[in-house]
């Protein structure tokens, strides 16, 4: 499965942005230029956007052409954008379309998310009631409990040190400062990052990521319309999976498997098999770092190192260059922002560009293959495997 274009805009503060349907039609003209298709090679479109009225996806894509193509809008939390992506790549693996787009889009709006139904069930009522009664509620916004409970569980379990988890939203601005793409620019050193205000023990204000307006998109082709249209060597995806929750979110009593470690755990193992390929073959990771507590865990889900021993992995910076593997040289969720339905498209973006050796100041020396995880509560996990041979 081929992947030949992609593109973002820069990402923007709330307020700040374009409006989506200009944002997302700025990502698609920018992948489309990448790949040297043009609109009406597209065949289908998949539109992933979380906050906005019903086809919001219609609107984005028509900024561009209107060419009558099928145009579904995708929803699944914070994994909307990779989920848009796994779509488009089945399309083409079942025969229905040869080249597809994928875009991803957010205008968020100020402060912490909302519920904006209050007359229903909400779908995240099952983990609101674990965390009830495994930990109560306070007046901090709700992921920031949850991840932040699950960080609190694995400090309990392992003894881990507050400092560990601001080290990776030290690594996080770092890598930020050198992508053109990112919201945050600016570096802060461990102490100033524990030193700002306290959301929820252990995070603090730097180590959650912001509300972020933005867009990313991919265009997806078959190897026969690669050849058609004389479309030479690209980044493929070798293997791709999804998962949703198991009993064990739930049933365990356990922020960490509430916040979707098994989610991670499983889908990456269907990858690994799939493309028969391990952790130890991966040079760069781009993993969903809402928190730096679920970043933490993430390490260990995904194999990057074993069990009870991210700490260990954080402080030999085996996660940042010169170490084991690259994770978020864009800046990651922490810095680069969170769009919410631009992130999967924005990872997939960074990838590509790593692969193709077209990281400028943050390049990956020797990447061939990458890793990519994009994690939704309610619940969906994502994880992508790229290859550029």
Not at 17 to 44: C, H, P, T, W
Not at 170 to 194: C, D, G, M, W
Not at 332 to 359: D, F, I, M, N, Y
Request: net charge negative; proline share 4%; charged share 20%.
């Amino acid at each position: 499965m081929n992947v030949i274009g992609v593109g973002m805009v820069k990402f923007q503060k709330p307020g700040a942005s374009d409006e989506y349907n200009v944002m997302a039609a700025g990502a698609i003209r920018a992948a489309m230029k990448d790949s040297g298709v043009e609109f009406r090679d597209l065949e289908q479109a998949y539109a992933g956007y979380v906050y906005g009225d019903s086809t919001c996806g219609q609107r984005a894509v028509y900024e561009v052409g209107l060419t009558g193509i099928p145009v579904f809008n995708v929803n699944n939390n914070c994994s909307t954008g990779s989920t848009a992506l796994m779509l488009a790549k089945q399309a083409i693996e079942g025969g229905i379309a040869e080249c597809v787009l994928a875009v991803g889009f957010e205008q968020m709006e100020k402060g912490a998310l909302q519920a904006k139904w209050n007359d229903r069930t909400n779908p995240l009522d099952k983990h609101a009631g674990l965390m009830n009664d495994v930990q109560g509620f306070t007046s901090a916004p709700g992921a920031a409990q949850m991840f932040g409970g699950a960080g609190r569980e694995y400090r309990w379990k392992h003894g881990t040190k507050r400092e560990t988890f601001a080290k990776i939203a030290e690594k996080a601005r770092k890598h930020a400062s050198k992508n053109p793409f990112a919201l945050f620019q600016e570096t802060y050193s461990v102490e100033e990052i524990l030193a700002s205000p306290e959301v929820f023990d252990p995070l603090t204000r730097y180590q959650c990521c912001p509300p972020t307006c933005g867009a990313a998109a991919a265009i997806l082709c078959s190897d026969e319309f690669a050849k058609k249209k004389g479309i030479g060597k690209s980044v493929y995806i070798a293997a791709q999976a999804m998962t949703t929750d198991y009993p064990s979110s739930f049933g365990e009593e356990s922020m960490i498997k509430m916040v979707g470690y098994d989610m991670t755990k499983n889908a990456a193992a269907k990858v690994y098999e799939k493309a028969g390929l391990g952790p130890s073959d991966v040079q760069v990771v781009e993993l969903h770092d809402c928190f730096t507590a679920n970043e933490l865990l993430t390490y260990e889900a995904l194999g990057l190192c074993k069990e009870g021993e991210a700490e260990k992995f954080i402080w030999d910076e085996d996660n940042t260059y010169g170490g084991k593997f690259v994770t978020n040289p864009s800046g990651g969720l922490l810095s680069k922002g969170h769009p919410l339905g631009a992130t999967g498209l924005a990872q997939c973006t960074e990838l590509v560009w790593q692969l193709r050796g077209q990281g400028d100041a943050r390049q990956v020396p020797g990447a061939r293959v990458a890793l990519q995880h994009n994690l939704g509560l309610g619940g969906a996990c994502v994880v992508t495997m790229y290859r550029m041979d």
